[in-house]
């Protein structure tokens, strides 16, 4: 995966301007959005043009540069100015990354446009570089734990290289595996409704040549009972300070199939997305999308015209369901009744 979700294109324009890789049109068209307002930005957010935890901590990160830049075009005051960062900081409420790289890069403003520059820059490599390294913790974890050559894998959503500043999560993992030579299939749960699993999961693993079925995420549990997998490794929008998981919409129903067969569920996450401020799962706020997104494929409708949709985006699977969590840290057992802290004592 060549492509990077963020990036910060100094060609544009006399300062350079933040350019997105387009979420929303892949894998059919390969295009950029140059966005150079904290509305552009916020729309890109809310439509997931970028989208995925770590990816929206590095949009959060170079939004401030976006909002500075507008308020110099613009002649805001500091008010406007913070008002205008904290919009960008609220865009989405699950993902804890979005607000943690406001919050990385906030407090350089002071010290002008291109020092906050300099640290959202930071914040990408650093997120590369955890990415990386989660993902060789988390490939020996499985290993030490599955006895087969090669893996069958079963992830949700896409976390992946598109959904971080690069080489991605769940994803990472897996391409550690195959790197390995110890990847078998990966079943693709397609994710509705706005299918990054079959979009944006698919083309990835295509991209780099790694063997992989899209299944309808109702065919996750007899997938994972019928023995038809190993394992399954989803990534994160935020860890509780107990291993509580807020991930898309449908990793709890993976993890309890998971317990019930008996084979491990592993979470695949940088520490950015680890959320030491909540004991638990309970007061993660989950995102609620426009009930069209489920009463409609794209324009067309599909359920009667007087039906509502109900559309949470996340859910929250309970830590006594998630075998491991691997961050950059190393790699903690919350199911193996660790309890409140597993997360804050990595054991590597
Ligand atoms: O709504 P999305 O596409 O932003 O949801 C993304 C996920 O749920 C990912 O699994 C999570 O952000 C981890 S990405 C490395």
Known sequence: MSLLAVEWDDAVEH?????????????????FLVVRTVDDLVDAIVRLAVR????????????????????????WDPARLD???????????TAV???????????????????????????AA???AANRELSRLAADWLLERIDRPRLRVLTHCNAGALATSAWGTALGVVRELHARGRVELVHVDETRPLLQGARLTAYELAEEGIPHVVQVDSAAAS???????DCAVVGADRIAANGDVANKVGTLGVGLACREAGIPLLVAAPWSTVDLAMADGSSIEIEERPGEEVTGEGDRRTAPAGSR????AFDVTPARFVSAVATERGVVEPAAGVGPGSVQSPSA
């Open 83 to 93: 008002a205008e960062v904290d919009r960008v900081r609220h865009a989405r409420p």
């Open 126 to 128: 650093e997120d590369e």
């Open 223 to 229: 997938s994972i009972l019928r023995g038809l997998v």
């Open 52 to 75: 995925g935890a770590p990816a929206l901590g590095v949009a959060g990160a170079m939004g401030v540069v976006v909002a500075m830049d507008q308020g110099e075009r613009e002649g």
């Open 97 to 123: 990354n979005l607000a943690w790289g406001v919050d990385r890069v906030r407090p350089l403003m002071g010290e002008g446009r291109d020092a906050v520059l300099a640290e959202a820059r930071v914040v």
């Open 309 to 312: 949709g109900f559309n949470p």
């Open 15 to 31: 300062r350079g301007a933040l350019r997105l890789l387009d979420q929303t049109v892949l894998p059919d068209r390969t295009e």
